[in-house]
Structure formats: structure tokens, C-alpha cells
């Protein structure tokens, strides 16, 4: 089983529809979590951190599951712009590794 | 305040020759990473340094990679002889100290071996 996956997608959703992605991990030690934006032919970018408790930022909510090992992003009334590749970042702690899933392309039609 | 850069932004070389690629990453963070991308995958662990040091050298692909970091600042990422399958974007990243911070990401080197 690989450290951490993610459904590559593509998702392909009109303007205004929700969507949410899962990425798995397989460290219970885990102790960070984070999801990325990357652009085509860009850097990635940090989106939002992922707490315990769960963040909401705007349009984007991200929740993480300990006992089913997973983290989520939800994102309401998708935009164009939010076109991208959406990537999960797990820190283990006991590694200062961060570990990268393969991405999930989101592409949002008008 | 000023990001993680990095130079060049674009390299084209004759395979067999040696390149090198900076980064200078945000003012004040001890942590640096380099990885590498290409095209349509996911991110490739190459190296870590804390500090000036560098404890996990594990992803580095074989001995013609090897990295240095500087006044716990700069870091260059020579390639020596250059190969076709070297091809890729080289990203760099910087974070407050290692371990759970988050990673702040330069835009890349392009570096494609002819």
C-alpha cells in the first residue's frame, strides 16, 4: 500500500457544482496533514492545513479522519480558476519527509 | 516578504555536461528540500538539509547528483553528466524547521537534456 494515494481524476464538474476528493494515508503516526494547489506548468502552493478539530476557508472545507486514516477537501460552488491539481501532504512526524500524494486534477466547465 | 527562488528558471544542455541549479530559499528557514518533477507526475524526494546538513541524501537517483547548502542558506543541485532521463523540473522548498511546518515551493528549474 502506498504512504499516501489520491483518486488521480480527472473530476470534470460544471461551475457552481460541489466536489470533494480523499486521500488516504497508511502512517497512524501521522501528525500533519495539508493540501496543496498546483497549477499547470507551476509550483504547488499551500491551500489550507488540515486540523483534528477540521477548517473551513471560504468555498473550501478540508476534515481529517484518524480511525479511517483519511483527509478530505470539499469544495463548494466550484470556479474556472479552481481548475488544478489538488495534492495531500502527510508529515509523519518521526520523518521529516513530508510525503506527497500524486495529485488530483479537478477541471471545472463552464 | 520575499519567496523561495531559484535559477535558472530554464536550462537546455547537451547531454553529458554538468549543470547547476540554486535556490535560495525564504530568509530564516533552517529546512530545505529539492525534488524533482516530470511531466505529468507526482513529486520525487531528492534530498533534505537542515541547516548546512544533509540527514536523508535517500532519494538522490545515483552518485551523479549531489547537493550542497551554504551559511544555512543557499543550496546548489549539481547533475554531472547529464542524461536524457535527467529531464525534469527541479523544485525546491523551504520551511521554518523540518518535520511538520509547511513547505513553501520556488517556481522550478526547467532542465531538459538534450
Known amino acids: 500500500r502506498k504512504e499516501v494515494e489520491q483518486d488521480p481524476g480527472p473530476f470534470n464538474v460544471p461551475e457552481g457544482a460541489t466536489v470533494a476528493f480523499n486521500c488516504t494515508y497508511s502512517?497512524?503516526?501521522?501528525?500533519?496533514f495539508f493540501w496543496y494547489r498546483q497549477d499547470c506548468r507551476k509550483e504547488p502552493k499551500l491551500l489550507m492545513s488540515?486540523?483534528?478539530s477540521g477548517n473551513e476557508d471560504g468555498r473550501f472545507t478540508a476534515q481529517l479522519n484518524r480511525a479511517s486514516q483519511y483527509i478530505s477537501l470539499l469544495i463548494r460552488d466550484s470556479k474556472l480558476s479552481d481548475s488544478a491539481t489538488y495534492l495531500c501532504?502527510?508529515?509523519?512526524?518521526?520523518?521529516?519527509?513530508?510525503?506527497f500524494g500524486r495529485g488530483t486534477s479537478l477541471i471545472v466547465h463552464p | 516578504g520575499a519567496g523561495v527562488s531559484q535559477s535558472p528558471s530554464n536550462k537546455v544542455t547537451e547531454k553529458g555536461k554538468d549543470v547547476e541549479l540554486r535556490c535560495d530559499p525564504i530568509?530564516?528557514?533552517?529546512?530545505l528540500y529539492w525534488y524533482r518533477q516530470s511531466l505529468g507526475q507526482g513529486l520525487e524526494f531528492l534530498i533534505y538539509?537542515?541547516?548546512?546538513?544533509?540527514?536523508?541524501k535517500s532519494g538522490l537517483p545515483s552518485d551523479r547528483f549531489s547537493a550542497e547548502r551554504t551559511g544555512g542558506s543557499v543550496s546548489t543541485l549539481t547533475i554531472q553528466r547529464t542524461q536524457q532521463e535527467d529531464s525534469a523540473v527541479y523544485l525546491c522548498?523551504?520551511?521554518?524547521?523540518?518535520?511538520?511546518?509547511?513547505?513553501?515551493f520556488g517556481p522550478g528549474t526547467r532542465l531538459t537534456v538534450l
Open positions: 530568509s530564516g528557514h533552517t529546512a
Open positions: 502512517n497512524s503516526a501521522s501528525q500533519s
Open positions: 538539509f537542515q541547516g548546512n546538513s544533509a540527514p536523508d
Open positions: 522548498a523551504s520551511s521554518y524547521s523540518e518535520g511538520t511546518d509547511t513547505q513553501y
Open positions: 501532504v502527510v508529515n509523519s512526524g518521526g520523518s521529516y519527509i513530508p510525503t
Open positions: 488540515v486540523y483534528s
